[in-house]
């Protein structure tokens, strides 16, 4: 049975020595319009979920500690890039307990701030010394899935027709693309053949998935302070999350959907038709299911490194914020 604590102790080890790294990154004083809002994400108190991915996929095949460090901060980058704009698009105010970035100054700066830090991430992932150009082109392409999942999630929007595979099919760019770069960049990084990255890829893609069916039950199961963001943005903006995908087979729903209640009250009756229904208890066993196919693709690795690996994913499923 894997170490517990000895993994705990490692993820933690992990988070810091990458929260110490993002704050030793070179940002300019000036313009303070754009680098001040920079400095601000970077000061954020996030999970730094992908950045401990990449490290722990890297480590078992012993992957070059700068190099991992490099890629992690990367794509941790890659991460806020994406949330910054986000936030902007789907009009959230708070983000890790704290004011997003258009909120504290203003929707011009943050964009700036977004594209600069998607900017700061390249310049990193270039700076890795094994497979170079395998690394900046399999971020690169994630970059591309991420952002073609996030316009499949605005297309989405209000739209009672969308179905359960294209709902899956955009979170799998959404999020299951950076989660399988991440799983992928640490084979790249330690020289892995195409088989073992593909393996990885097909990892980080389920774990991704999860990971995201998992959010869209939080954001209507927890509550701010404890998920550290806004709430109800699903909500207002009438956003497809797996749990308004799965409601449409039950009677009843279109009348939740489209009434004109406030916000709070709305998600109450949401909530209590999830449950009633059985949708929430669907979702959370593809939430697991998706979990157990991740764990499939972990014979790559062997022994502890195995280990650490199938409890990173178990972190995502019974993660509460």
Not at 45 to 55: C, D, W
Not at 135 to 143: I, M, Q, T
Not at 145 to 151: I, P, R, T
Not at 267 to 286: L, N
Request: hydrophobic share 40%; proline share 2%; with cysteine.
């Amino acid at each position: 049975m894997p170490d517990t604590n000895l993994f705990s102790e490692l993820i933690s080890f992990i988070r810091s020595e990458t929260d110490r790294h993002l704050n030793k990154l070179d940002i300019p004083e000036e313009p303070t319009f754009v680098y001040d809002p920079i400095r601000y994400v970077l000061a954020g108190k996030g999970k730094r979920l992908r950045p401990i991915l990449v490290h722990l996929s890297g480590r078992g095949f012993d992957a070059d500690p700068e190099d991992l460090m490099h890629a992690g901060l990367a794509v941790e980058l890659l991460h806020n890039f994406t949330l910054v704009h986000d936030d902007i698009m789907d009009k959230d105010n708070t983000r890790h307990g704290q004011p997003t970035v258009h909120e504290q100054f203003g929707n011009e700066a943050a964009i700036l701030a977004g594209d600069s830090i998607f900017t700061l991430g390249q310049l990193l992932i270039g700076q890795v010394q094994a497979n170079t150009v395998q690394a900046v082109l399999a971020y690169n392409k994630a970059s591309l899935e991420v952002c073609a999942g996030q316009a499949f999630d605005l297309q989405f929007e209000g739209d009672a027709a969308t179905t359960l595979d294209q709902y899956l099919d955009m979170v799998g760019k959404k999020t299951g693309a950076l989660l399988s770069l991440c799983a992928e960049l640490g084979g790249i990084l330690g020289g892995q053949s195409n088989d073992v990255c593909t393996a990885l890829q097909n990892f980080g893609f389920n774990l991704g998935s999860a990971f995201q069916v998992q959010d869209d039950i939080l954001e209507i199961f927890s509550d701010a302070e404890n998920l550290g963001k806004s709430l109800d943005s699903d909500v207002i903006a009438e956003k497809q999350t797996i749990l308004t995908v799965l409601a449409r087979k039950h009677d009843g729903w279109d009348k939740i959907a489209g009434s004109d209640d406030d916000v709070a009250i709305k998600r109450e009756q949401m909530r209590s038709f999830f449950t009633e229904t059985g949708v929430y208890e669907r979702a959370g066993e593809m939430s697991s299911d998706f979990i157990s196919r991740a764990k499939d693709s972990l014979s790559v690795f062997s022994g502890d490194h195995k280990g650490n690996m199938e409890q990173f994913t178990d972190l995502v499923l019974n993660r509460t914020h």
